[in-house]
């Protein structure tokens, strides 16, 4: 069982924090290793690599996410396409953040029936309450972006987690 408490904390970014945090792609070892290593890379690969056109580069020269359109099928084309070895496919799957469900946003959380959001998670991590009540089950949920554009009152919300 994870405890919660623990977990959240640790992805509070700490006061100290100088740059931004950003929504990384997968398959990345090191989460420094984005602004080492990205910015002096010329191809960009890993953004024209990817099928779903969510890798965009961010002003300084990285890649970050952007889940306003579709989402992450962990397709592992980014990680081939890089040459420098930011992402592998060694590496394991994961997108640096954790995803949640505003209630205040969220009808189904206001007595109005909308399953919006639950069917496009495929790793059946969104679970209600009978009609209502959803939640996130950060156990399943493997941060793929796919319910974030899929929400009509904009109640999914994400943390970015910060470098280990
Ligand atoms: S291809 Fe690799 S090194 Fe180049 S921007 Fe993408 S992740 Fe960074
Ligand atoms: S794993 Fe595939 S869908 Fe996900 S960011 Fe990389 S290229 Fe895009
Ligand atoms: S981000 Fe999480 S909750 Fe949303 S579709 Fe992907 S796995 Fe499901």
Known sequence: MVDRRAFFKKLIP????????????????????FEKECINCEEKSCAFACPEKIIVIEAKGTPILNFNKSG?????????????????????KAINAVF????????????????????????????????????IDINRCNA???CYNRCPSNAIEFIIKEAE
């Open 14 to 33: 700490s006061k100290e924090e100088s740059s931004p945090l950003y929504l990384r792609p997968p398959y990345f070892n090191d989460l420094n290793t």
């Open 72 to 92: 992450c099928t962990f397709c592992q084309e980014c990680a081939i396409a890089c040459k420098k070895n930011v992402l592998t496919i060694e590496n394991e």
């Open 100 to 135: 949640l469900i505003n209630k205040d946003k969220c009808m189904a959380h206001n007595k109005s029936i909308c399953f919006s959001c639950k069917e496009p998670c495929i790793e059946d991590a969104i679970l209600f309450e009978g009609l209502f009540n959803p939640i």
């Open 144 to 146: 793929c972006g796919f």
